[in-house]
């Protein structure tokens, strides 16, 4: 159900996506009530997604392969992202004064408008290409077979970039094509205001004018992020200073494969009167000390893996998220007490639910970990 429930959330994007493409291909405009339904939810969604579900760890932090939601890292740099939102702020504002109006606005202004959309379609490219490698098709062609639900995170989140360029592409040809059709209807009595005029407004220049002004932005851009506290070049250091992705430079830790049960903890530096050890056992080839108590939390994990497999992997990624950080602080006699103690009403209730559905309880708790 959770899965579904994310799924609902996230089809908006591609819908989104198809309809984009299908008026591109009809060349039917897109209103501006759709596109600001669309972006509006787009954006919303990937923050929830990025920040919200996936929670993605900086470079130099090692997954957690059994508690970790996403087993890659960080996709932009936290420290440098400043830059890339202002970027990515200043292409949409732009591509929402170059759709309203555009026929009313000074030559100058809308050079500086495609400037600014220029500087948008740029960062979104530099996204694209970022995400390109862990993308599902290409990671298959460079022998990555393991991305399992990581590749379909990551086509969610190339979405906004891929319908933003296509609308800003589409924006950008139908401004220069308009004022170019507006500039043919235009006659004037003398001919060097013909020429001055022509000189200016030329709408066929306007792109290579946008271009040349889309440096002085930058820097501009550069100067405004110096005030708060970011470095000139943070734009590029957002791209390079990560892990796993097309445009890394650094190389993360390697994946850590954690023993999320604190249970076995709890068997191991608890007191012996308390905790009561029974015996060694044998979990994902490694040698633990066994309780009772270890056994029949374990026992009714697998019952409820027989019985309600989906529940059980809803209970499973809690526990092997939970478990671990816990069992960090569990490292002295009275601690792993305290937890033993914890999880004894709990033990009570696997039991009850053991001998309620399994016909040799007993049995099945001391086959654990043998």
Avoid at 69 to 85: D, N, W, Y
Avoid at 87 to 102: D, E, Q, V
Avoid at 106 to 123: F, H, K
Wanted: glycine residues 6%; hydrophobic residues 50%; charged residues 20%.
């Amino acid at each position: 159900m959770f899965l579904v429930v994310v799924l609902l959330l996230l089809l908006p994007g591609p819908v989104f996506t198809v309809m984009n493409i299908w008026n591109l291909v009809r060349r039917k405009e897109n209103t501006g009530r759709f596109e600001a339904i669309a972006f509006s939810i787009g954006i919303l969604y990937t923050l929830f997604l990025y920040y919200g579900l996936l929670s993605p760890k900086p470079w130099d932090e090692a997954i957690w392969l059994y508690a970790d939601t996403f087993m890659l890292h960080e996709i932009l740099a936290s420290e440098h992202t400043l830059g890339v939102a202002v970027s990515i702020g200043i292409g949409f504002f732009c591509y929402i004064l170059l759709k309203r109006n555009r026929r009313d606005r000074p030559p100058l202004a809308q050079v500086l408008c495609i400037s600014g959309v220029y500087l948008g379609i740029l960062v979104q490219t530099l996204l694209l290409v970022q995400l390109m490698k862990n993308m599902p098709f290409v990671a298959f062609f460079n022998g990555l077979v393991t991305l399992g639900d990581d590749g379909m995170y990551v086509c969610f989140l190339s979405l906004v970039p891929f319908n933003f360029i296509l609308c800003a592409g589409r924006l950008l040809f139908q401004v220069l094509k308009g004022q170019r059709e507006e500039q043919q209807e235009r006659t004037y009595e003398k001919p060097w205001l013909k020429r001055c005029n022509d000189l200016f407004c030329d709408s066929r220049k306007w792109g290579l004018y946008a271009l040349l002004l889309l440096f002085p932005l930058l820097l501009l851009l550069m100067l405004i992020l110096l005030l708060f506290g970011q470095q000139p070049d943070s734009l590029i250091r957002a791209f390079t200073e990560t892990a796993d992705w097309t445009l890394s430079t650094k190389i993360s830790p390697p994946p850590i494969e954690i023993d999320a049960h604190y249970l076995c903890t709890v068997a191991l530096q608890g007191d012996k009167k308390l905790v009561k050890p029974l015996r060694y056992g044998v979990r994902r080839g490694q040698r633990i000390v066994v309780n009772r108590q270890l056994c029949v939390a374990n026992a009714f994990e697998q019952i409820l893996e027989e019985r309600m497999p989906a529940l059980h992997r809803q209970v499973r990624h809690f526990y092997d998220a939970y478990g671990y950080p816990l069992s960090l602080h569990l490292q002295t006699p009275w601690r792993a007490n305290l937890a033993y103690l914890f999880m004894k009403p709990l033990e009570w209730c696997f039991l009850l639910v053991l001998y309620l559905f399994d016909k040799k309880p007993e049995d099945r708790i001391a086959r654990q970990y043998l």
